[in-house]
Nanobody
Framework: QVQLVESGGGSVQAGGSLRLSCAAS????????MGWFRQAPGKEREKVAL???????YVADSVQGRFTISRGNAENTLYLQMNSLKPEDTAMYYC????????????????WGQGTQVTVSA
């Protein structure tokens, strides 16, 4: 029943910035774990940045210092601020939510968005 819709993707040159948004509907997810994931062609899906039920935040080493995950003021939204983008950041970015923090970490979340494409050129 829960729907997640990502937006904000696009094409940008290396060093540029993008802000991704994830809007949830059908349920209140303010107490759920949520996260951003990405997948490039021919590569496995990987965790980018997560926020657990406790509020603990995980950020992948590859984006540390460049990406920031946050919840919106309305709490049913999730953002990913991406700065200093690199060509290796090029991927489809997905938002996910689950009542279980373990499921978010294991990438077995019950609910996923459709994805938004991010392309970074050199």
């Amino acid at each position: 029943q829960v729907q997640l819709v990502e937006s904000g993707g696009g094409s940008v040159q290396a060093g540029g910035s993008l802000r991704l948004s994830c809007a949830a509907s059908g349920a209140t997810v303010s107490t759920w774990a949520m996260g951003w994931f990405r997948q490039a062609p021919g590569k496995e899906r990987e965790k980018v940045a997560l926020v657990y039920r406790s509020g603990y935040i995980y950020v992948a080493d590859s984006v540390q210092g460049r990406f920031t995950i946050s919840r919106g003021n309305a709490e049913n939204t999730l953002y990913l601020q991406m700065n200093s983008l690199k060509p290796e950041d090029t991927a489809m970015y997905y938002c996910a939510a689950d009542p279980s923090s373990d499921a978010i970490w294991r990438m077995t979340s019950r609910y996923w968005g459709q994805g938004t494409q991010v392309t970074v050129s050199a």
